[in-house]
């Protein structure tokens, strides 16, 4: 019988690797696996809200009605406020920093997650997912401070993601490869299902909003070309999958090689950043596309190495297979002179209010 190996199991062996580590770390990858468990047990039963919520009292009613987001976001705060393993947070569904309650005590990381990403997919029954990563505090404050959180993706000492699809899947890095657990509902235990994830050297997908194209600058349309297998002398196409939950559309490109893409774009002028948010989604799968063989790019240089300035700092994104997403850059440097020189502040921090 092959090897079982638990989530826990893993968490733990991985700290043998460093012999300073005092076990917090450990404890709070499986504090957010806990959370994740969670989440998925509502996840999996969103559409049946409205028929238990009735049949039960109006307070559990009320609770039950929360919007699935929402719900997350508490769940992740809760599960991690007490534990004295992190001096704050910050939440995609939180303007600002969220400090440790004062009577709890505080540690040596800070957490930054969004608690359920593309969550508009619920009520169609499309996957959704969780992103987290963590950071070592850097800051004086013993109760950690805006420059905890502001920390590039090089810095980022473990990050991951929790995809609620036809399974419930976590993914995970501490800087040593890729791990993939798949949730057994019958035991409740995450199991390590897919080892030392490699993106395959021969992507098959890229995934993009291909319905926003008329908002694209020439070298994202170039490029998307260049994809499709239309551009000079061409090539076999890539197929095109786009869910519209990013984490549905990193992972399958993860296990199958592939690129996703959400460009800058010249829709508002002041804006030629997109949509996704550095802290809260590409930082994160920056980082495990890194440890995957892969690359994350806004573009122009790798994610990485971007020092954030704004919590809910908005960024372009093209992450997964190197040779595809290093495409980009190229076709963006001899295209988009004009949306480079646009976009260039906002990469520097040089923000103004828009
Ligand atoms: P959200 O954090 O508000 O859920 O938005 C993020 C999501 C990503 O998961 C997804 O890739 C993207 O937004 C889809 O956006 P669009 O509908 O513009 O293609
Ligand atoms: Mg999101």
Redesign the pocket.
């Known amino acids: 019988m092959a090897k079982v190996v638990t989530i826990e199991r893993h968490i733990f062996e991985q700290q043998q690797l460093y012999p300073h580590a005092t076990g917090a770390f450990t404890g709070l990858l499986y504090d957010i696996a806990l959370a994740a468990k969670l989440i998925a047990r509502e996840t999996t039963r969103a559409g049946l809200v409205d028929i238990l919520g009735a049949a039960e009292n109006e307070n559990i009613y009320g609770e039950r009605q929360q919007k699935l ?1 929402v719900f997350a976001h508490d769940i992740i705060f809760r599960m991690n406020d007490h534990t004295g393993r992190l001096c704050a947070m910050a939440s ?1 569904e939180q303007d600002e920093l969220i400090p440790i309650p004062e009577h709890f005590p505080v540690g040596k990381y800070v957490l930054l997650y ?1 608690p ?5 997919n619920i009520d169609v029954n499309v996957s959704v ?1 969780t992103i987290f990563s963590i950071h070592r505090k850097v800051s004086a404050a013993e109760r950690g401070a805006l420059e905890d959180l502001l920390q590039p993706a090089s810095k980022l000492v473990a990050a991951g993601y929790v995809i609620y699809g036809s399974s419930t899947m976590m993914v995970y890095s501490t800087g040593q490869g890729v791990h993939g657990f798949t949730l057994d509902p019958s035991v409740g235990e995450f199991l390590l299902s897919h080892e030392n994830i490699r993106i395959p050297p021969k992507p098959k997908y890229y995934s993009v ?1 291909q ?2 194209e008329k908002y694209w600058t020439a070298g994202v349309r170039a490029y998307v070309k260049w994809l499709q297998g239309m551009y000079g002398a061409g090539h076999e196409p890539l197929a095109l999958r ?6 549905a ?1 990193f992972h399958r490109n993860l296990l199958q090689g592939g690129v ?1 893409i ?1 460009p800058g774009d010249m829709k508002k002028a002041k804006e030629p950043f997109g ?3 550095l802290m ?2 590409a930082q994160a799968m920056a980082f495990l596309a890194n440890q995957a063989g892969g690359y994350a790019s806004d573009g122009i240089g790798s994610i990485l190495d971007i020092q954030p300035v704004l919590l809910h700092q908005r960024i372009p994104l093209f992450v997964g297979n190197r040779d595809l997403v290093e495409k980009a850059e190229n076709f963006i440097r001899e295209h988009d002179q004009s949306w480079i020189k646009a976009y260039l502040p906002f990469r520097r921090g040089e923000f103004s209010p828009v």
């Open positions: 987001d995609e969004d359920l990403d593309g969550s508009s997912g909003n319905g926003y786009y869910t519209g939950s990013m984490v559309d996703f959400y949509k996704m948010r809260f989604e």
